[in-house]
């Protein structure tokens, strides 16, 4: 009884750990990082990585070994001076407030889903 229960929490750890392992590959996540970045955003997802560049691209990590330009980054809207600027992606927009917390496009704006950093 005790050997199938080692053997089950075992396979179970492998299983998790193949997942994982899958889930980075898939999603591109890496140490590269692309030249002159101005900030890097890394969501609580822990799988996607944001990078702004200098002229406002906001590229993420393919699978193909390359950064492809996903969105865009936008001042906010006159009067949010909670915000430094807005990432607006294909189907969602992220406001990056004046602490770097990323915060998803929920009216108004109520969920932290990642920390953008400056580049060093």
Same mark, same amino acid.
């Given at each position: 009884m005790q050997l199938s229960k080692i053997f089950c929490v075992t396979a179970f750890m492998l299983c998790a +750990?193949? +997942?994982n392992a899958k889930a980075q590959e &898939?999603? @591109?996540i890496t140490e590269k990082?692309?030249?002159n970045?101005?900030?890097q955003?890394?969501?609580h997802d822990e799988l996607t990585i944001y990078y702004v560049m200098p &002229? %406002? %691209?906001?590229l993420i990590y393919d699978i193909g070994n390359e950064f492809k330009k996903v969105g865009i980054k936008v001042l906010s809207p006159y009067g949010w001076t &909670? #915000?430094? #600027?807005m990432l607006k992606l294909a189907d969602i927009t992220y406001a990056v407030d004046n602490d @770097?917390?990323?915060w998803q496009q929920k009216y108004p704006f109520r969920e932290i889903v990642g920390q953008m950093t400056k580049a060093n």
């Open positions: +750990f193949s +997942f &898939n999603y @591109g990082s692309p030249e970045y101005l900030y955003c890394r969501m &002229n %406002d %691209d906001v &909670n #915000f430094q #600027f @770097g917390f990323i």
